[in-house]
């Protein structure tokens, strides 16, 4: 077929990319190499629109092994052991088959993890869907969550943790992130960097079938009303083959054979081999006929854009072939030699005995476009003045059982009750907490880890809402008793192409990378996704931001739930009754305009340090952050957590009473202490200029907020639990 430029845009590309494709090759490309290039020019893999701004990312820190730009980063957790961690997304598969997409969205970053040479031991996810009044929602949630927990149960990782929001701007496009954990010995890390000429390249794992061709490129394109033509694009899972293909991989890498290892993820053989000779500085050539295929007649172009799941590129020493070859028969997995690594710095492709593609390795990589894309900034919203009247006709008890029962609210018991969160025995803290926390295995040590967003904070105003959800992941991980150490992120925006939606990109990254300098809570790893658009209609900007901690002695892990009648109830972090965008404005007055609370850097930081100290001395018996729906709602999810109930203590300032409770202040836990504890910990706290108030006491089963307000544990259990689970069975 000859190439022109209308072809080159059918694969994606602009006009004047084919022009500078043109120009770099000092000829016209044919269709296996317009193929490649519109695979790794596309903005899912060369990250031409994000690039430039990601470079100004805090991604150094003293525990970061590796940072961005392998397939995944890695931290130090002491004892010689590493924690490999990302988080990518699987949106637009997802989009249109939910299962698949989902499954082979958790599949594509365990491989990302154990290529590194580490075991997954455990999986957390960030689920966005439409409106639950839309049509699609309850199918779209049901595939979703059968194919997180068809395939991480299959592979027998826990999902010890997650997030499920709904809004209508995922009406038309819905976010899957999923994120994976491994542990490995840092002397034992392997990287995706060719080396040495003549090397062997070896494929292994499934064959390759004509699922999942675009895939990447379907990724970086804004759907419309021919989505359901685009289902051959999604990718088909396969986790006992996945399974298989870790347990090679690892046996393999017990030995010294490997060079370099990568997975076949977007844009499958094409990406894998061009990364892999673009970090080594090196050429590679493959020979296609020696690809196995489990379809007749493939051509190049199908078989390097093939995103057939569960394959692996690896680059060995010479003359470990054979031994390798025996490790993945046992497994009874593909194992080919295709190809070898070469000094031309080229990709140079064979098949039927002549040479089908020759492309400079830079121009595709370190050639590849970026664009700074212009952007408007976001004005800072007015706050609102609430009519203050309106509060006199609510009743407290009555809004606070709605708040809990609202859909981003209520318990997602429904959901995580269908993924296996204790298989491999080690984990400590099932999903429902501020964070999942699982053990080392065979070690007093545990890691806790969460994920979060806030598209809400984020649209209203996107360098706030940046700040905001890496303070987030920072709070969930200290209210288990974790010291942070750094985070993943996901990045889900619009088309980058509208200056609105690049804008919310830059201040979205802008706010990540302030708070993540300030805590010292440096980016590793990450992804970003743009293009979450249908019809000219974009998500709202979504920051999925997933973060790790290390609990040196898992035995002193810190729950949310309440302990003991009697003990005294503090709230750690000041309330200045911020309603602005909050869960009561918006559901309660309807009021959605308006600013995000303020982030205060230096108290995230400090309350949450004075939070650790506190609960090293022991004094903490339970810690839960405050987010959204303010104080009463962070205390009612502690009461139904731990069966016990509270008694508030009226404020001594003067703050309307629904400002007080409801209001969504940043940098604030609620802490139970015992009675004579109450004095150290008060010192403890004013050393540390900690603000803090006496909330109230913990009692045995009543719920009291004022003399009128009272209200059963009971009452606000069946307000929390029973949303999701009466929606997905209507």
């Known amino acids: 077929m000859e190439v022109n430029e209308q072809i080159a845009i059918d694969h994606g590309l ?71 961690f990302k988080i990518e997304s699987h949106n637009h598969p997802s989009f249109i088959e939910p299962y698949q997409g989902a499954a082979t969205g958790v599949g594509g970053i365990m491989r990302d993890v154990f290529t590194m040479g580490a075991r997954p031991i455990a999986n957390l996810n960030s689920i966005h869907f439409g409106s639950p009044q839309h049509p699609k929602t309850k199918n779209l949630l049901r595939g979703v969550v059968k194919g997180i927990g068809g395939y991480g149960n299959c592979m027998g990782i826990p999902t010890i943790g997650g997030q499920t929001s709904f809004d209508e701007s995922y009406n038309g496009n819905i976010l899957v992130n999923a994120m994976t954990l491994g542990l490995v010995n840092k002397n034992k890390i392997f990287y995706s960097k060719a080396a040495g000429i003549n090397k062997p390249v070896i494929y292994v794992g499934s064959k390759t079938g004509r699922d999942g061709i675009h895939g990447a490129s379907m990724a970086s394109a804004i759907f419309d009303e021919k989505i359901e033509e685009k289902k051959p694009t999604v990718q088909v899972g396969d986790p006992f083959t996945e399974k298989l293909l870790l347990e090679a991989c690892l046996e393999l890498m017990a030995g010294k054979s490997i060079i370099s290892i990568q997975d076949m993820g977007a844009a499958g053989l094409t990406s894998s081999s061009i990364e892999m000779a673009s970090k080594g500085n090196l050429g590679i050539e493959l020979n296609l006929n020696k690809v196995p295929c489990r379809e007749e007649k493939m051509t190049p172009y ?26 993945f028969d046992k497994w009874n997995l593909d194992f080919a030699i295709i190809g070898k690594t070469t000094e031309t710095k080229k990709i140079e492709l064979f ?84 964070s999942g926390v699982v053990r080392v295995h065979g070690t007093k040590k545990a890691v806790a880890t969460s994920v979060d967003s806030s598209a809400t904070y984020c649209y209203a105003h996107p360098l ?44 979205c990254v802008e706010g990540i990378n302030e708070a993540s300098k300030f805590l010292d809570y440096p980016v590793v790893s990450g992804n970003v996704s743009f293009y979450n658009e249908t019809k000219d209609k974009g998500i709202k900007p979504t920051p999925a931001i997933g973060g790790v901690g290390l609990i040196k002695n898992y035995k002193k892990i810190i729950t949310m739930g309440l302990k003991e009648e009697g ?28 600013p995000p609370p303020e982030i205060n850097l230096f108290n995230e930081k400090n309350n949450g340090e004075t939070i650790l100290k506190l609960i090293s001395n022991e004094y903490v018996l339970s810690c839960h952050d405050v987010s959204l729906g303010g104080i009463i709602t962070a205390l009612s999810k502690m009461s139904i957590k731990g069966g016990k109930g509270f008694k508030i203590k009226k404020p001594k300032f003067l703050i309307n009473q629904f400002e007080y409770l409801f209001a969504e202040d940043q940098g604030r836990y609620i802490v139970e202490v015992k009675k004579e504890n109450f004095g150290k910990v008060k010192e403890i706290l004013n050393k540390s200029s900690v603000h803090y108030d006496e909330l109230g006491v913990v009692t045995e089963n009543d719920i009291i907020i004022d003399e009128k307000s009272k209200v059963s544990i009971d009452e606000l259990m069946i307000s929390n639990k029973n949303w999701l689970k009466d929606y997905m069975n209507k």
């Not at 007015?382 to 407290?396: E, R, T």
């Not at 318990?411 to 099932?430: A, L, N, P, R």
């Not at 003990?567 to 308006?594: C, M, P």
Request: contains cysteine; glycine residues 6%; aromatic residues 6%.
């Open 302 to 327: 199908e078989i390097m854009l093939s995103e057939s799941q569960e394959r692996m590129l690896i680059i060995l020493e010479n003359g470990k072939e054979a031994e390798a070859k025996k490790i």
């Open 14 to 84: 602009k006009k004047e990319e084919f022009n500078k494709i043109c120009d770099l090759l000092k000829r016209v490309p044919n269709i296996t190499e317009l193929g490649i290039f519109s695979a790794m020019w596309n903005e899912h893999c060369s990250y031409k629109s994000s690039r430039f701004h990601l470079k100004k990312l805090n991604t150094k820190g003293k525990k970061v092994i590796q940072g961005p730009g392998e397939n995944a980063g890695v931290i130090d957790i002491e004892d010689d052991d590493a924690i490999v």
């Open 464 to 507: 706030t809402g940046g700040k905001q959800v890496v303070c987030e992941s920072w709070r969930n991980l200290i209210s288990c008793g974790s010291k942070p150490i750094a985070i993943t992120n996901c990045l889900n925006f619009g088309n980058p192409e509208k200056e609105k939606n690049m804008g919310e990109f830059v201040e």
């Open 351 to 434: 098949f039927d005995n002549s040479k089908v593609a020759e492309i400079p390795i830079n121009i595709l990589a370190e050639n590849a476009p970026v664009y700074q894309r212009k952007w408007k900034k976001t004005k800072l919203p007015q706050k609102i003045k609430f009519n203050k009247d309106d509060f006199k006709k609510l009743k407290i008890t009555e809004v606070l059982k709605k708040i809990l029962s609202l859909p981003n609210i209520s318990s997602k018991e429904w959901i995580w009750q269908q993924y296996d969160h204790t298989v491999m025995g080690d984990t400590i803290q099932k999903p429902g907490s501020d």
């Open 567 to 594: 003990n005294i109830i503090i709230l750690i972090g000041k309330t200045e009754g911020h309603l602005d965008q909050s869960v009561f404005a918006r559901e309660i007055l309807n009021e959605k305009k308006g």
